[in-house]
C-alpha cells in the first residue's frame, strides 16, 4: 500500500470521524431545544429531500471510472472532455431537483400527519432543500475530480472545514436565537464556502479546458449507474419513509438516533472505500491483474476485520450509549434493543460487500450487477411495508437486513464469475472466523464488563474501553489464524 493511498485512507477516516461527532452534536441540540417530533420532521424532510445525492453516488461513480485511465496517461484534454460532459448533465439533473424541491415542499404538508402548521412545515423543507442543493451541485464535478486522480485527501481536507464550521454555527444559532428555521438556515451558510474551497485548488493544479467537446461516450453507463443509485437510495431511505407515512415522528425520531450511531460507523468503515478504490481503479486501467488481486485482498481483510470488530463494540455498546445520549428527553422510549440489532446486522452486512460493490464499479459492471440493486430496493420496499404494520420499528429494520444479506451474497458470487474470478470460499471462511471471534468477544464482554445500570458517560467510557480490548484481541487473533491458514494453502 502506497504513501498516497494510507493518506487517502487517514484523511477519509478523519473526516468520518468529524462527520459523526458533528451527527451527535447537532441532533443532541435539536432534541434537547425543539424536542423529538422536530428532529423526527428534519430526518424526514432530509430523506425526502436528499434525492440530489442520487447525482453523485450514481452519475458521479460511472464519471470517477470514467476519469481513471486519462488522468493515468496525463490526458488533460480527454480529461476536461469528461468533466465537462459531467458538468452538463448535473447542471440538468440540479434543475429538476429545484423543481422537486417544491413540490415536495407544498405536497409533504398535506400528505404527512404532523402537529405543526402548513407555512411551518413548507417553509422548513425549502431551507432543508437550499443548503443540499449547494452541497451537491456547486462541487460535485471537482469532488469527483479529486478522487479519482487518488487526492482524496484535499478533498476530504474540504469537506472537513465545511462540517466544523456548520457545527459551529448551528450551535450558535440555537443559542443566538432557537428558531429551527433560523439555525438550518445560518448552517447552509458554511455549505456556500465548500465550492469556493474546491474552485480554488482546482483552478491552481488544473488546466481543465471549460471549452472542451462534450464526451458522451465516455459515459455511456450513466444511466445504468444512475438507475443502481436510485435502487440504493431508495433502500437506504426507505424505512424512515414507510415510518414516516405508516407510524409517527417519534419513530421517525428513534430510529434517526440509532442510526447517528450504525449508519455512522458504516461511513467511517467504508471510508477504507474512498482511500483504496482509487487504486484499485489504477490497477485496473493498468491491466496488473496480480497487484489487483493483491489490493483487492487487502482491502477485503481491512473491511472485515472493521466491521466485525466495530459493530461488535456496537452491539454491546449501543443502549447505554442511547440512555446517556437520550438522558433529559422524556417525550419517547428510546431504549430499543431489539431494534438495535437488526440495524446494527442489517448495516454490518452493507460494509462486508463493500469491497465487492467497488471492485464491479471498477469494472465497468454497472449493468450487469444493477439487477442486484434492483430487487434489493424492491424486497426492502414490500418487506419494510408489511413488517412495519406487523411489528412496527423493528419490522422496518428487519426487512433492510433481509435486503441488504441479498445483495451481499450476489455480489460475492458475482465475483466468482467475473472480474477477478474469486472463489466464495474466501468470503465464508473469513465470515465464519471473524463471526465466531466476534461472538465470544461479546459473551466475555458482557460477562465481566457490562452491567444493568448505568451512572453516565464515564461509565460508558470504561465499558467502551475495555469492550473494544476484549472483541479486538479475539478478532487480531481471527486475523493472525486466517493469514496462517492462506500461507499453508500457499
Known amino acids: 500500500m502506497d504513501k498516497k493511498t494510507r493518506l487517502n485512507m487517514i484523511s477519509s477516516l478523519g473526516l468520518q470521524l468529524i462527520t459523526i461527532l458533528s451527527g451527535f452534536i447537532i441532533p443532541r441540540q435539536i432534541l434537547l431545544v425543539f424536542g423529538s417530533d422536530i428532529n423526527g420532521l428534519i430526518n424526514s424532510l432530509t430523506q425526502f429531500l436528499n434525492y440530489i445525492s442520487l447525482v453523485e453516488g450514481g452519475l ?9 485511465k486519462p488522468l493515468n496517461q496525463n490526458n488533460i484534454s480527454s480529461v476536461s472532455s469528461i468533466i465537462e460532459t459531467g458538468n452538463n448533465i448535473f447542471q440538468k439533473i440540479a434543475k429538476i431537483f ?41 462541487s460535485i464535478t471537482w469532488k469527483i475530480l479529486l478522487q479519482a486522480d487518488r487526492k482524496v485527501y484535499i478533498s476530504a481536507s474540504i469537506q472537513m472545514i465545511v462540517i466544523i464550521l456548520n457545527t459551529i454555527l448551528t450551535v450558535l444559532a440555537i443559542r443566538v436565537y432557537p428558531s429551527i428555521h433560523f439555525v438550518k438556515l445560518m448552517a447552509s451558510i ?88 482509487p487504486s484499485l481503479g489504477k490497477e485496473y486501467s493498468l491491466g496488473n491483474v496480480h497487484r489487483l488481486n493483491e489490493t483487492f485482498t487487502k482491502f477485503e481483510n481491512l473491511i472485515f476485520f472493521s466491521t466485525f470488530s466495530i459493530y ?63 430487487i434489493e430496493a424492491g424486497i426492502n420496499i414490500v418487506l419494510s411495508l408489511i413488517f412495519v404494520y406487523l411489528l412496527g420499528l423493528n419490522g422496518a429494520a428487519l426487512g433492510t437486513l433481509i435486503s441488504m444479506t441479498y445483495r451481499t451474497l450476489f455480489h460475492v458470487f458475482y465475483l466468482k464469475k467475473k ?19 466476534s461472538s465470544m468477544g461479546i459473551y ?45 494453502k500457499g
Not at 407555512?119 to 452541497?135: E, M, T, Y
Not at 428510546?334 to 471492485?359: D, G, H, K, T, W
Not at 464482554?445 to 476484549?470: C, E, H, P, R, V
Request: charged fraction near 10%; glycine fraction near 6%.
Open 98 to 138: 429545484l423543481g422537486y424541491l417544491f413540490i415536495v415542499s407544498f405536497l409533504y404538508p398535506l400528505i404527512v400527519k404532523t402537529n405543526f402548521p402548513y407555512g411551518f412545515v413548507c417553509s422548513l423543507s425549502l431551507v432543508l432543500g437550499i443548503a443540499l442543493f449547494v452541497q451537491y451541485y456547486f
Open 60 to 68: 458521479g461513480s460511472v464519471l470517477m471510472t470514467a476519469l481513471y
Open 419 to 437: 472480474i477477478l474470478k474469486r472463489d466464495p470460499k474466501i468470503f465464508f471462511l473469513k465470515f465464519v472466523f471473524y463471526f465466531i471471534s
Open 312 to 374: 461488535a463494540c456496537t452491539l454491546v455498546l449501543i443502549i447505554p450509549f442511547v440512555i446517556n445520549y437520550t438522558s433529559g428527553i422524556q417525550d419517547t422510549d428510546y431504549c430499543q434493543p431489539i431494534f438495535s440489532v437488526l440495524l446494527i446486522f442489517s448495516y454490518a452486512m452493507f460494509c462486508l460487500r463493500e469491497p465487492y460493490v467497488n471492485m464491479a464499479y471498477v469494472g465497468n459492471a454497472y449493468k450487469d450487477v444493477g439487477k442486484y440493486a434492483y
Open 444 to 488: 466475555y464482554a458482557n460477562k465481566f464488563i457490562y452491567q444493568a445500570g448505568d451512572s453516565g458517560w464515564m461509565d460508558w467510557i470504561k465499558k467502551a474501553l475495555f469492550t473494544s480490548f476484549i472483541i479486538f484481541g479475539f478478532n487480531i487473533l481471527s486475523a493472525f489464524l486466517l493469514k496462517f491458514i492462506k500461507k499453508r
Open 190 to 277: 458554511a455549505f456556500i464556502l465548500q465550492p469556493v474551497l474546491y474552485n480554488c485548488y482546482i483552478n491552481q493544479k488544473y488546466n481543465i479546458d471549460k471549452l472542451a467537446p462534450k464526451n458522451v461516450n465516455a459515459l455511456t453507463n450513466r444511466w445504468d449507474g444512475f438507475g443502481i443509485n436510485l435502487a440504493a437510495f431508495l433502500n437506504n431511505n426507505t424505512d424512515v419513509i414507510v415510518l414516516t407515512l405508516f407510524s409517527t415522528l417519534s419513530n421517525v425520531s428513534i430510529y434517526s438516533v440509532y442510526s447517528l450511531v450504525v449508519v455512522g460507523i458504516k461511513s467511517l468503515i467504508t471510508s477504507i472505500s474512498a482511500g483504496i478504490t
